[in-house]
């Protein structure tokens, strides 16, 4: 019988170190579900910061190219405006329209486009109506004309357009 009770306590032994490794295995698996878990937010985080940085570093580049810009637009407005003077000197002339292309060039590449006025529909988001006149040829709000050219960079306008509103 002290052998049976022997051979029984050794098997009940065995099964609660069984239980005893299956309860650490457990809490192991969980510590490694938390530690998973962690490390996935962590890294959804982290990549939510880069992109939001990165946003925020280019919105502080097109409000800085924007203002700098805004303040090169007058020279423009006079390139534009010495083009269309009448002259004898058709060399000076052709100097002055390649200036005037070269700055063109310039802010395209940076992304400054023009705000399209003429026959377009009056956005005030876009657009500054100076004055409105009535014809019926026209439809409603159309823009019948410029007198300042806007320009705007992406969604951000750097300046609006001085138009004439039919209507």
Known sequence: MAEAEKKEELEEKEKL???GKENEEQQIQQELDELTDRYK???AEFENHKKRSQKERDN??????ADIIGNMLPIL???????KVETKDEEFKKGIELVLKQFQDTLKSK???EIKTVGETFDPELHEAVSSIQDETKGEKEIVQEYRKGYRIGTKV???SMVVVAN
């Open 41 to 43: 937010r962590i890294l």
């Open 77 to 83: 407005d006079n390139l534009e405006n010495a083009v």
């Open 158 to 160: 750097i300046r609006h």
């Open 60 to 65: 502080l580049y097109n409000m800085i190219l």
């Open 17 to 19: 170190e069984e239980e």
């Open 111 to 113: 992304g400054v486009e």
